[in-house]
């Protein structure tokens, strides 16, 4: 059974860099058919994708994080991982990774979600 | 960026009856919308995919409609663990951005 697990600091200062990292068992994060991504979600808020990656290192964007944001995947490890810089207060949420159905979008599995609060 | 609305943002209903969940999209989306449930403390769980397919291991009384702009879920006759946040999820654009609807939390009532 696929199973994805998020890991990384919990608290992280204003101006700095956050960084995630997905472990991924049961399954490789080499097959074909599903690419892999981060979605957020801040207190209160809905749902937000944060930007999605194959295996051979592919990636896109949410536009509105996109000069912040940079996903990377390390195959030999079996994990993928999300860094974005400069991060304030609006960057605190409980962030997934999953797996996304290639062609489609649709997310068939997360992680149980960390969370990450920007604050001094 | 399409917009995605849900409605009611609350619903109570007694267990045994049946729930009926609405989600609407600013421009059409075909059938390229996703049903997820969420409950307190757990990952999001996808339901249904291309707007009316049960995903894998989704029991029966879970059900979807609709097309274009306007989607529904049903939950034919609620059972107890079926008390959650639902989220709908428009992924037309593949593969460019896809949103998320803001949720339906469905109560006990």
């Known amino acids: 059974q696929l199973q994805l697990q998020e890991s990384g600091p919990g608290l992280v200062k204003p101006s700095e860099t956050l960084s995630l990292t997905c472990s991924v068992s049961?399954?490789?994060?080499?097959?074909?058919?599903?690419?892999w991504g981060w979605i957020r979600q801040p207190p209160g808020k809905p749902l937000e994708w944060i930007g999605s990656?194959?295996?051979?290192?592919?990636?896109y964007y949410n536009p509105s994080l996109n000069s912040r944001v940079t996903l990377s995947v390390d195959t030999s490890k079996n994990h993928f991982s999300l860094q974005l810089n400069s991060v304030t207060a609006a960057d605190t949420a409980v962030y997934y990774c999953?797996?996304?159905?290639?062609?489609?979008?649709?997310?068939?599995?997360w992680g149980q979600g960390t969370q990450v609060t920007v604050s001094s | 960026e399409i917009v995605m609305t849900q409605s009611p943002a609350t619903l109570s209903v007694s267990p045994g009856e049946r729930a009926t969940l609405s989600c609407r999209a600013s421009?059409?989306?075909?059938?390229?919308l996703a049903w997820y449930q969420q409950t307190p403390g757990q990952a999001p769980r996808l339901l249904i995919y291309?707007?009316?397919t049960r995903a894998t291991g989704i029991p029966a009384r879970f059900s979807g409609s609709g097309s274009g702009t306007e989607f529904t879920l049903t939950i034919s006759s609620l059972q107890s663990e079926d008390f959650a946040v639902y989220y709908c999820?428009?992924?037309?654009?593949?593969?460019?951005?896809?949103?998320f609807g803001p949720g339906t939390r469905l109560d006990i009532k």
């Open positions: 291309g707007a009316s």
């Open positions: 999820q428009q992924y037309n654009n593949w593969p460019f951005i896809f949103t």
């Open positions: 421009q059409s989306v075909g059938s390229n």
């Open positions: 999953a797996r996304l159905v290639d062609g489609y979008n649709f997310l068939d599995c």
């Open positions: 049961g399954g490789s994060i080499s097959s074909s058919g599903y690419l």
């Open positions: 990656i194959y295996y051979s290192g592919h990636t």
